[in-house]
């Protein structure tokens, strides 16, 4: 088996005397997206400002292509960063921007042609001499990725770039995203919130809740079969049930009456919505919680009951 | 309506009392009734005296010499205080606002002495010294508010892309502060242009700024000559002023005209 392109190894970060993270390992092959999903607060931003160089790690070690990352000045590490906001530097234009690190490294000329190639690839060659405020969201976004293409970086994190954008825009942009980093062949960790986003834009994901990798796996590992409630909760649509059970949503029905194969939840029927043909029911259990069910043919009722089959429980395989 | 608003007071607190200034300064006292009298007689009287030109340079030297150490000290401590956290960070910046609600004869009678130790009192230096304990705050206020409109992650993107910290200063947070670094050397400028007690006190009348020379002047109670020192007066900040842009120019570079004609 090949050597991984990046390796962390149980990197850690304490801060004052709160841990952040713990123990967090996990590779890379060349070419690779992780998406790293979880809620906001669990550290995913640290670890990718740790690995940029912006801060830094209590403990562990990150090799990329072999070599030690974490015991180089950031000025000389290969890795590039995307913010959440897309902080084109207001008071240059677009083609100045873009072609910033790499005038740096390799001086006005070559950076200016080759920001301009890019900028032309991504259809932003209209723009060249506009001022970020003179630029849509999309566009800077689009402009601070090709930014931190330029110098070509080994690995490039993405810290919730979308953030920022209003819906309609995120979806264009995170396939537009997903294409351009596969076609660079760019090895890549996106960090985002969003469920849908990082199945969309990740070849694998990494969900990320307490301080640790909970699970890593690909979209349908993770989806399929989660290993702990944590994971099921935040990547799944699961009803759990406790500890070690759960149900897939879609298994479980509404009904106005209880039930004797099987376990059933009082609730209150809130809402009703349709996806792909489908009528889903939003309800709202008596012991808290609300949870998306599919509605079948039933009438929405005020009070009734979440049913789930007997035979459609399944458990966690914790590992 | 606010723009008319704008110009009509602009009209009636500064370009009237300006104008009349500058006729002032040519005329004899105006009685009703009588024809303007011109005369150059203002000015010469002004520039006859030969301390007064000599007065003009040090006044000259002395803020930029203030204004540059305020630049260089406060520009750090803005970023501090805006970019950082540290314990007591708000009591620091109490302590460094300090200053200004000191009477300010009683920090310039506890400097004296201090000056007189080291061998700092009468001297050019000691004056630009104690000018900075009225600037200061200002410049650090002025400053600080300029980097709170500069996102700490934009810093880091210039890190992300390779810029050495100098580099990161020269071309992202520089031409960023311009509008607050403007701010900061019109003020100090100023401030140490008008300064009367201290350079008083620490001068000790050797150091020869233009207040030291105006307030006798002003006993002359002669309207006309009062007009013309008046404007030669006005003219150390302007000059000043187009000193400190020029530099900056020269470090900033085309960013910094960029920025003004952006405006």
Known sequence: ?319 | MKKKLFYISCLIFFIVPVLLMLIKSVTTPWRSGVDLDWTSRGWEVVFQDSRVIESMWTTLLIALAVALINLLAGVPIAKALSHRSFPLKNTLEVILLLPLFLPIMAAAMGLHITMIRMGLANTWLGVTIVHLVPTIPYTIKVLKAGYDRIPQDMLSQGRMLKAGVWQAFRTIELPLLIPSIRSSIFLAVTISAGQYVLTAIIGGGTVLTMPMIYYPFLQSADDTVMAAFSIAFVLIPAAAIIIAEAAAMLVAGRSFMKRRGEV
């Open chain 1, 1 to 319: 088996m090949s050597l991984p392109y990046l390796d962390v190894k149980s990197v850690s970060k304490t801060f004052d005397t709160n841990n952040i993270f713990t123990d967090l390992s996990f590779s890379l092959q060349k070419g690779e997206i992780l998406s790293l999903a979880g809620p906001s607060g669990t550290g995913k931003s640290t670890l990718l400002r740790c690995i940029a160089g912006l801060d830094y790690f209590s403990q562990g070690e990150v090799m990329i292509e072999g070599s030690d990352l974490l015991n180089k000045q950031i000025k000389h590490r290969p890795v590039g960063m995307v913010f959440q906001q897309a902080l084109l530097f207001p008071h240059m234009t677009l083609l100045e921007n873009v072609a910033y690190g790499k005038k740096l490294t390799d001086g006005k000329k070559q950076a200016y042609e080759m920001a301009r190639s890019y900028l032309k690839e991504v259809g932003l060659d209209q723009q060249l001499n506009q001022y970020p405020h003179e630029l849509s969201g999309g566009q800077q976004q689009r402009a601070a990725l090709v930014r931190a293409l330029l110098l070509k970086p080994k690995l490039l994190l993405l810290d919730e770039p979308f953030s920022s954008l209003d819906p309609g825009l995120r979806k264009d942009l995170r396939e537009w995203v997903r294409a351009f980093l596969k076609k660079e062949d760019m090895t890549s960790i996106f960090v985002t919130h969003d469920k849908e986003e990082a199945m969309l834009l990740g070849d694998r994901t990494a969900v990320m809740a307490e301080g640790r990798i909970q699970q890593i796996g690909y979209p349908e590992e993770l989806y399929h079969s989660p290993q702990n409630a944590l994971v099921a909760s935040l990547y799944s649509d699961v009803i759990v049930l406790d500890k070690t059970r759960y149900c897939p949503a879609e298994k479980a029905r509404w009904s106005s009456e209880k039930t004797v194969d099987g376990e059933w939840f009082a609730a209150e029927w809130v809402n009703e919505t349709y996806h792909f043909g489908r009528r889903y029911a939003h309800v709202l259990l008596d012991g808290g919680g609300s949870i998306t069910i599919p509605a079948g043919e039933q009438h929405s009722a005020l009070k009734g009951y979440v049913i789930i089959p007997e035979d459609e429980i399944r458990y966690f395989h914790a590992q």
